[in-house]
């Protein structure tokens, strides 16, 4: 039995965003420690950057950039902070995050609550760079009048602190922000943060997994055309898979296992609309060595996890490397990148 399971109870007995916060601060309170060492065949590079692990920290557990250092102490290979705004907002009324436990699942509405860009610009001005790969996911304010010009002002605030930036459109929490999704928007927003991009930091665009034909298409010729690094697919989902927890009828965007498929089959799609063009990282439904593996070969480059961490604990990412470093030895692969697009349907 782990520590984490024998905590779990006393976690579980708060509020899903109370638990969420006192897990913040209890990290803020850890001793300082360097990441661990992880396997040589798990290196690997995108967008000119490498990483230890494939293994990542998706956006939405560290929003204000107040523990990156301390998620790399725990074993992911990289972390990303936010999703940060302009101007700091509330977000929407609480409750506004659901534990299904049966379901191994999370319902969040949260909407982008965060302390604004400088705030996380003041944290992050003082970490250490030599600690790991840190990433900055940015959004838009839900009252903004201008998103577009939300997240050119992002990038402008956020780049020189960023090893990468996420340009995030997929929430469904904030109402019209996927609609940037659009065609001609997305070019739109796509030129507007390439003009202000810095060199040397690669901006990655993050989408939802809500889509319909045609739409892979049109996203990744526009990404493509407008310099994106890489595609992050997916965010949480708005459809409802048949769930068994009583929270299941929560409006907002599920996560966890019964995301898995849905967002596996996105990637596939993805991969074979990109034609291994766009590097691509996958999100949703991780929680094991196996999940990650089966990302991997369906052509991801890097994955990251986070609903996972709130059911299997902080051990979960160095559980899973180490996990993909047997499976790279059993299957005679020198390195994680030569899986990459592997898979054989």
């Not at 065609?183 to 889509?211: H, N, Q, S, T, Y």
């Not at 967002?263 to 094991?288: H, K």
Request: positive net charge; glycine residues 12%; proline residues 6%.
């Amino acid at each position: 039995m782990t520590f984490f399971s024998l905590l779990r109870p006393l976690v579980f007995a708060l509020d899903a965003e109370r638990a969420h916060r006192a897990t913040i601060a209890a990290l803020k309170l850890l001793p300082k420690r360097r990441p661990p060492s992880f396997a040589g065949s798990l290196t690997t590079s995108i967008a000119g950057l490498g990483f230890p692990s494939p293994v990542g920290l998706a956006a939405g557990f560290d929003k204000d950039g107040e523990v990156p250092a301390a998620m790399l102490g725990l074993g992911f290979g990289f972390v990303e902070v936010g999703t940060v705004t302009p101007r700091a907002q509330a977000g929407n009324p609480k409750p506004r995050l659901f534990r299904l436990a049966e379901d191994q699942a999370v319902i969040n509405r949260l909407g982008f609550n965060n302390r604004g860009q400088a705030a996380a610009a003041n944290r992050l001005a003082v970490r250490d760079p030599t600690r790991g790969v840190v990433g900055i996911n940015i959004g838009a304010n839900k009252d903004s009048e201008d998103r577009i010009a939300d997240y050119a002002a992002g990038v402008r605030a956020m780049a020189p602190l960023a090893d990468y930036l996420t340009v995030n459109i997929s929430s469904p929490n904030t109402p019209g922000l996927r609609d940037l999704q659009a065609g001609g928007e997305l070019v739109e927003l796509l030129a507007a943060v390439a003009e202000v991009r810095i060199d040397g930091v690669p901006i990655f665009l993050k989408v939802a997994p809500d889509l319909e034909s045609g739409d892979h298409q049109r996203i990744v010729r526009a990404a493509i055309d407008g310099g994106i690094d890489a595609l992050i697919v997916a965010n949480t989902t708005l459809s409802r898979p048949v769930l068994k927890s009583r929270h299941s009828g929560e409006a907002g965007g599920l996560s966890g296992a019964p995301l898995r498929s849905l967002a596996l089959d996105q990637l596939r799609l993805f991969r074979a609309t990109s034609g291994g063009q766009l590097p691509l990282i996958a999100a949703g439904g991780i929680a094991s060595a196996e999940d990650a593996w089966a990302r991997i070969v369906a052509g991801a480059s890097l994955v990251q996890l986070y609903s996972g961490l709130v059911y299997h604990g902080p051990g979960l990412a160095r559980r899973i490397a180490t996990g993909l470093a047997a499976i790279l030895q059993r299957e005679d692969i020198a390195n994680i990148a030569d899986a990459v697009g592997t898979e054989r349907l």
